[in-house]
């Protein structure tokens, strides 16, 4: 699976740009003529509104991809972010969908917000709008924590859950809470030799026919 991302600098890398005030205003503007969008479950206190835009970043990006945000339109600013990418995988027959980078907020005026909002916008957004997720090839400590949440959940509510080595197209069935942890390792080893292992959560049966 993913290249977890243990060194903090690297990290920070990543994420550093969202927390910047001026950064993240100008993120704001950019993403606050988006599509507004209403997920399931999810209820949102006046001001905030989950917005999409797609293919913005079409030109450092090639793999088609569209944003997700929680956004706030009294204080202008970025609580929630979530880049998408869609790529084909011919062994699988589908076209998943991939988090390839999530941020949010730690400032407490939007922790109420927040919660439980990540895994709404997974389940009830992503999932049933383009029916396959597949895990990001890097991972944080927290995200990897996240998919194996996300599997928990997706094993109760009766949803196909796999693990995938993409190389050797190996498709290991996750059908119980004990099979979970059984995989954890095959899928979050040693990343120089786990790179193409991946999680998979689908609402039909793979590869798909």
């Known amino acids: 699976m993913p290249v977890k991302l243990v060194n903090a600098v690297k990290v920070n890398e990543v994420f550093a740009h969202l927390s910047d005030g001026i950064d993240n205003s100008t993120l704001y503007s950019e993403l606050a003529r988006g599509q507004e969008l209403v997920v399931v479950g999810l209820t949102l206190s006046p001001g905030y509104r989950i917005v999409r835009v797609d293919d913005r970043l079409s030109e450092k990006i090639t793999q088609r991809h569209f944003e997700l945000a929680l956004i706030n339109d009294v204080s202008e600013d970025v ?15 589908c076209r998943p969908v991939t988090q390839v980078l999530v941020w949010r907020t730690q400032k407490p005026k939007h922790r109420k ?15 049933e709008k383009y029916d396959v997720i597949v895990s990001d090839m890097n991972q944080t400590h927290d995200g990897m924590s996240f998919w194996q949440a996300r599997m928990y959940d997706a094993l109760i509510y009766g949803l196909k859950v796999y693990a995938y080595d993409m190389i050797s197209c190996e498709l290991h069935n996750i059908a119980s809470e004990d099979d979970v942890g059984r995989y954890e390792q095959w899928l979050w080893g040693d990343p120089e030799h786990y790179q193409q292992r991946l999680a998979i959560i689908s609402k039909f049966e793979l590869p798909a026919k």
Do not use: P, T
Request: glycine share 4%; no cysteine; aromatic share 16%.
């Open 79 to 93: 609580a929630y972010y979530n880049r998408v990418v869609i790529q084909s995988d011919h062994f699988l027959n």
């Open 113 to 127: 917000e927040l919660h439980e909002l990540a895994g709404l916008i997974f389940l009830n957004y992503l999932l």
